[in-house]
């Protein structure tokens, strides 16, 4: 990452590159000043904290500037330019971060070093005020050994706390309090620790407000989603949760954990273990108290109060009391006042719930989730320890019902003892682990006083209550929800889970994520993890309390964020659509809505048409970069506004209503902002030769392109797949398929305009963008989407649309032409969808332009010149190719519209394009009839030759054709070879039989490349063979030749004819693999025949000759038997060896001889194993016949003449005592007749 290596074309026009301005935030004059000071290096990243910043230049250097108290020479504590950190000359660092007063910088081999203010032990240094200078910190893995040093990619800094994002995607922290996130009681933490709440996890990036943080997460795969469990395991609510809607019940499983970690034992003792005493006048107060707070009409306190909080209204009337006796000591024993009547607490709630949003917004305090705190603060505090669930059940129904709560949760966890309640909110403000290590009880922590302890306190202690989600994704249907009909009743939720699931037929639209482009690309699928001080909101989780370890936001789950900034006291979330979230805290408008409550993400309303691409968050204001129409980015502002001259009141800071744009075009090009306490700062790239224009063109087109794909895709494809009656089952399946490519596209395009916004931030190398190094990831992926959208065309699939959709159409035509850009009054819908599905073939011709206009920013003969011109013309030539599939398939469609209806049911396949046809007569078939009608269809799979009510297809990968050469009577004929087929085509002209010949040349050149008919990467056009290989490899199924009916040959070809390697297979189960010569098994190869009566099969491997076994070959028979030897037409003939059965099997024997015509004949040796016999001698037809020996296992020996197996005739036996017979022999091998017997050495 040298700077040495940036190309000589841009070293002129480096000196124009990340230029410092620097504004002061709330000021009412917008124009940036210059940083004092400052020469003329480009800053590549900087940093604001309360009162001062730091600059990272190109080289990797670093600077700080403004007031520097922990700096040893008095001269350098306010500098009056920036002082190079001579500590980290040498070690190149790549990025930097500032927390309120101190610093951190990460080398490029991964190593921070922090400096700066370090009494809470943000600096990672133990018992030091101060770290004057760069001092590098040690972050090791203990669970590795040997422990190895942790590489960090980024840091963020807070008040008191610092983050480090480790290479391994793990956080580590240091520092102070619980926006920490380690499960620690002991402060200040110098040694790095790992955040274990997110180990495991894969952390994409790390943000710190004063006292919160804020981390970027990969969401998990679905298959490493564990089984949800029904209930939570640190607050025990049920994580099924319904709401009564007038006719309807909403089931939600969208749990929201008012803890956020588990409250260790020793602390819920200590809090739970308060005296006990009988006080009864304190509990009776409290209860008249209660109870006529919401019987009145009219709301005694809302002038001290916010009326918006209900739990805040409810706590405080109790505690007013507790306030004017110190700590009331409160019995569980006696009695509690019954319920207030249930209808007053409705129409009071209804009132509050009026008023809320009104107050609020003129009183500028933070906004509580009100309307759900009351369903769960008065069970609690009123209801004694025996209320049944199903009273208080009743009760969560009707203040549900009238308040039109939107999350309700089944109390079936039952109430806590009202002791411990009651103990939560008497406990004093100091008495240890009340607050569980929440804020540091200085002033700040008191200056709330009672209102926010107890709120916080009430929270953490009522583990079995719902703590209210407030989601706005009702309206979106977001997180998965079930409507029933009826009112609320008790199901089991595992139940609820169940037909929570059963979905009619839809289709999924996230895609199908290609693991290449999640490797080379941001990814979108992520979720927001919030913790730390949550007493402005901040945290997002539609409550005040602090977490101490990460919770997720639920409701930003889907949103794909791809960056989160915090403030002092409100977070900023942007997303790939280019839309901001904002929460906490609101007072000058930093969030830039008004919209209540605060304490959940809203979007920005910012007054740009474009979205937003780059955000900054300070103390207490934010801002935005967003896009313009000339792709230069805009800085819109949005927080305080500091007084003017005439107002005399320090503290009449008001804030704006909503993101003011601050006109800086003159500048030039803002590439960052970073936000700090009074003052903010951009780096602005000047546009040399239209370079710096040219990228932000690229990016910006793309940000808009994706968010118009992703309006596209939930606008206009999720309602069509919704849809009733789509027609039939391979339509929907074409329209899925599509829905399926177009998300895959749509995501890729989404990571895209990511990428290029972090890249416009970077050090801007043309070489480096994806769309260069990585094409063929965007060339495939609109390739694929673009067969998908043809094939979805060419089966009439707009058309068998218009019927199911006409309704949606209607009702959307606005929609329609705005998304589509199609201005016409009378332009049918279905050609604006058409229309609208083609859209994306049109990036392509953009980034040809874009890529050319930025080749142009270089000398023609540099490599980068050379590569973005190659680029470009790789994609434009794409586009034109992509432009023709478009043509090819409307051609089609048009040519089956007018095609006889029988016909094109079996000939339209999705892939299927015509090429030509001969319909103007250019083309018959050689002697045919005088009334036969002959048709040629050219498709780019098949030849389809149509007769009146028949039609043949030949499949193109087997079909040769040659030109007839002119001797043969000058006819203009082509002759076509298929493999049981060869007819002549006559042309009416030379032209048509050339066109024709070239037409179906191309065809079989194309169909034997198979899919991959889009030009090769890196070259202009795709290179036509003039004529397709006599030899070939294809696949055919013959239906004609009586030997091979319905038989598959899948291999080489040669001129109409299998010839070479492949393989045979029949319908039945035989099958051939092996060597082919003019159409017959020719060579070596192996036989397989099925034998269905032993369930085996027969098995010869070995030699053929024109579709014989000929020669040398074993033949195994499914019967067992073995035949090894020769073979001649299919038959044993010659030297063989036949053995039967193994020895262990019922009849085992061995023939080894001459075999003539499948049978024994000549001189063989028989074994029979069985019988312990053997005959050596002359065979004929399969028996003995002729001269021959017999031994027996019993030591009897044979020899003489055979007949039909049997020994005949004069013959000799010689018996085991070594008697000889010699004479005749009948049948059974007895002696008959005249015969003679003598022993071997005896006297005759």
Known sequence: MDSKKKSSTEAEGSKERGLVHVWQAGSRSVTPERLPGWGGKTVLHAALGVKHGVLLTEDGEVYSFGTLPWRSEPAEICPSSPILEEVLVGQYVVTVA???????????????????????????????????????????????????????????????????????????????????????????????????????????????????????????????????????????????????????????????????????????????????????????????????????????????????????????????????????????????????????????????????????????????????????????????????????????????????????????????????????????????????????????????????????????????????????????????????????????PRLLRKAARVKTRTVVLTPTYSGEADALLPSLRTEVWTWGKGKEGQLGHGDVLPRLQPLCVKCLDGKEVIHLEAGGYHSLALTAKSQVYSWGSNTFGQLGHSDFPTTVPRLVKVNSENGVWSVAAGQDYSLFLVDTEDFQPGLCYSGRQDPTEGDNLPENHSGTKTPILLSCSKLGYISRVTAGKDSYLALVDKNIMGYIASLHELATTERQFYSKLSDIKSQVLRPLLSLENLGTASTVQLLQEVASRFSKLCYLIGQHGTSLSSFLQGIKEARSLVILKHASLFLDSYTEYCTSITNFLVMGGFQLLAKPAIDFLNKNQELLQDLSEVNGENTQLMEILNTLFFLPIRRLHNYAKVLLKLATCFEVTSPEYQKLQDSSSCYESLALHLGRKRKEAEYTLGFWKTFPGKMTDSLRKPERRLLCESSNRALSLQHAGRFSVNWFILFNDALVHAQFSTHHVFPLATLWAEPLSEEAGGVNGLKITTPEEQFTLISSTPQEKAKWLRAISQAVDQALRGTSDFPPYGSGSSIQRQEPPISRSAKYTFYKDPRLKDATYDGRWLSGKPHGRGVLKWPDGKMYSGMFRNGLEDGYGEYRIPNKALNKEDHYVGHWKEGKMCGQGVYSYASGEVFEGCFQDNMRHGHGLLRSGKLTSSSPSMFIGQWVMDKKAGYGVFDDITRGEKYMGMWQDDVCQGNGVVVTQFGLYYEGNFHLNKMMGNGVLLSEDDTIYEGEFSDDWTLSGKQEAWKPGSAG
Not at 132 to 155: C, F, G, K, M, Y
Not at 239 to 250: A, N, P, S
Not at 462 to 484: A, C, T, Y
């Open 98 to 492: 500032t927390g309120s007063f101190h610093s951190g910088a990460v080398t490029e081999s991964g190593v921070v070093y922090m400096w700066g203010e370090n009494s809470a032990g943000q600096c990672a240094v133990a018992n030091q005020q101060y770290v004057p200078e760069p001092n590098p910190v040690s972050i090791s893995d203990s669970e590795t050994s040997p422990l190895l040093a942790v590489r960090v990619l980024q840091l963020a800094c807070g008040e008191e706390h610092t983050l480090a994002l480790s290479l391994s995607r793990e956080i580590w922290a240091w520092g102070t309090g619980c926006q920490l996130g380690l499960i620690t009681t002991t402060f200040p933490v110098t040694k790095p620790q790992k955040v274990e709440h997110l180990a495991g996890r894969v952390v994409l990036q790390v943000a710190c407000g004063a006292f919160h943080s804020l981390a970027l997460v990969q969401c998990l795969p679905s298959q490493d989603l564990k089984p949800v469990p029904e209930r939570c395991n640190q607050c025990s609510q049920l994580l099924i949760t319904m709401t009564d809607k007038e006719d309807h019940v909403i089931i939600s499983d969208s749990h929201c954990c008012p803890l956020g970690v588990t409250l260790s034992e020793s602390q819920s003792e200590n809090q739970a273990s308060t005296s006990i005493s009988p006080s009864t006048e304190t509990l009776d107060g409290q209860g008249e108290v209660f109870e006529n707070t919401f019987v009145q009409n009219e709301l005694p306190a809302a002038t001290e109060l916010n009326v918006g909080n209900v739990q805040t209204t409810s706590v405080e009337t109790i505690s007013s009391p507790q306030d004017a006796m110190g700590t009331p000591e409160i019995s569980s024993a006696r009695s509690i006042p019954s319920y207030p009547d249930t209808q007053a607490v409705n129409e009071y709630v209804q009132k509050l719930s009026d008023h809320s949003g009104r107050e609020n917004s003129e009183n500028g305090e933070k906004p509580v989730p009100s309307q759900p705190l009351v369903a769960e603060a008065i069970p609690n505090l009123h209801s004694p320890a025996t209320t049944s669930t199903s009273a208080l059940n009743s009760l969560v129904v009707s203040c549900a019902s009238a308040v039109g709560v939107r999350v309700a949760a089944t109390y079936e966890a039952g109430t806590l003892s009202l002791k411990k309640v009651m103990n939560f909110y008497s406990t004093a403000p100091c008495e240890p682990g009340a607050q569980a290590g929440s804020s540091p009880i200085g002033p700040e922590g008191l200056k709330d006083s009672r209102e926010e302890q107890v709120k916080q306190e009430s929270m953490q202690g009522k583990k079995s209550s719902s703590l209210v989600d407030i989601r706005e994704e009702e309206s979106e249907g977001g997180s998965r929800r079930l409507s029933l009909p009826g009112l609320l009743s008790q199901v089991s």
